[in-house]
Each structure stands twice: as C-alpha cells, then as structure tokens.
C-alpha cells in the first residue's frame, strides 16, 4: 500500500453557500487518507470499514463511478454525505448492501420483478427503486436511517460488482449510503483524485484502485405495483433491461 495524507485545495466557501450552514459542528475531519489499494488492501479494507461503523465517510471506487460511502443506519453519517456533496437534505440517497438476503432484509416490498432484475444484474450497474413496508397507520417501515429516504416511500438499492467495494461491505456489514463521489450538480468523477478534490475534505478514507471501469452511472429502474419504469438509463440500457424481463 502506499499511502499519502492529500488534503483538498478547494475551501469551504462554496460548499457553505450550498448547504447553509457549511461543515457540520460534528465533522472535523479536514486530512483524507488517500491509499492506493494494492498487496495489504485486506487490511486497509477492514481499517476503512471501521472507519465507517464509526460514522465516518470515504471514497471508494465502483465499476461504475467512484462512490462517497457512510453508515446508513446513521442519521449523523448520513448528513454528513449530503454537506459533503452541498446537497439539499430533502433528496433521497440510495443504498449499496453486500448480498440480496440484506437487500431483502430493509423493510422494502421484495415483488418477483425485482428479483428477477436483481438476479439478472447484481452484482452490477443497476440501482434498484423499490417501495417501502408501512407499519397500520400507513408510516414507512425500514431498517436505515429516515435521513436516507426523507419524505419518500421507495428506497434505492444496489450491490456494486468492484471488488474493493464489495469486500468493503461485507467487512463493515452495514447497508451503506452510496452516491457519486462529486458536489451536487457536477460530473460524476471517474477518478479517485477528481472525487478527492471534490468532496475529501469530509472524509476519513479515500480507496484508489485507478479509473472506474465503465465511466458512467448505474441504471436506475424503479418496480412498482404499477409496473418497471428506467428512471435513469446508465451503464445498462433499457432494452437490456426489458429484455431481463421477457
């Protein structure tokens, strides 16, 4: 591993105009730790992870594009991802889970078409959209945190195929928030050192393992009761996805 302490040229100007109130009280990291991932990644995987069970936030690349990850289980992590990104609070995030039994486990309505996309895709570029369990009086019922979600009924789900990304997740056990390492409203970065520079400066970890390998977004597909709906065509492309479906 070779290892560098890199911290981010930009301030936080801009990103308090974006969000407010600038850095949270709470956060005080201002040094990410930039690892390139190489013959000891079990070790830095499992310190990242734990890093991440602490409330922490880190960058790690996807075969998509490189993610800022935190603990979706918690409220505070998960704030810290939207004044990392200068993103409004009321935005629904998506989760990244290491297998299906999690997936399936996040108080969501699990329909035959979702898991028929999911066997067809995951480990891979799709994000599923898929509504949430209420509880009698009609409330959402689920496992992580209400920051995730905001106001919305659905939660998006996915399981990354990088393998960096997936050890990640199976060390730190945990449904992750995961969303595009980048200030809202800029490109997605394809690069470790392009998320850094964006967003680094609120985070404990960034996992380098060189450029993304597909360099485009995942899908989104929303299933439904009324049916499945390509919210956002990515690296997969709606017939693709029909076509799991025939």
């Known amino acids: 591993m070779v290892a560098q302490r890199a911290r981010t040229a930009r301030g936080n100007e801009s990103r308090s105009r974006a969000i407010g109130a600038g850095r949270p009280a709470w ?14 990644k079990d070790a830095l995987i499992a310190e990242a992870a734990a890093a991440l069970r602490e409330g922490q936030l880190l960058i790690a690349p996807t075969e998509t594009v490189y993610g800022l990850f935190a603990d979706a289980t918690s409220a505070q992590a998960v704030l810290g991802v939207f004044a990392a990104k200068g993103r409004r609070p009321d935005q629904p995030l998506s989760v ?117 390998e597909i360099g485009v977004a995942s899908t989104v597909v929303s299933v439904s009761q009324e049916g499945v709906e390509v919210l956002r065509e990515g690296a997969l492309s709606e017939d693709v996805i029909r076509g799991a479906l025939d």
């Not at 956060?27 to 930039?34: D, M, Q, S």
């Not at 997936?166 to 970065?189: F, I, M, Q, W, Y």
């Open 96 to 212: 990244a889970v290491p297998d299906l039994a999690m997936a399936r486990s996040l108080g969501v309505r699990w329909s035959d078409q979702a898991e028929r996309l999911a066997q067809a895709f995951w480990p891979g570029a799709l994000t599923l959209v898929v509504p949430l369990e209420t509880d009698p009086s009609g409330s959402p019922r689920f496992a992580v945190s209400d920051a995730v979600v905001g106001d919305e009924t659905t939660l998006g789900i996915r399981i990354p195929a990088h393998p960096i990304t997936a050890a990640l997740l199976r060390h730190a056990d945990l449904p992750l928030v995961a969303t595009s390492a980048n200030e809202s409203g800029k490109p997605a970065p394809t690069g470790c050192a392009e998320a850094v520079a964006q967003v680094g400066e609120f985070c404990a970890f960034a996992l380098d393992s060189g450029p993304a």
């Open 27 to 40: 956060f005080t990291i201002a040094l990410v730790r930039w690892a390139k991932v190489s013959d000891d």
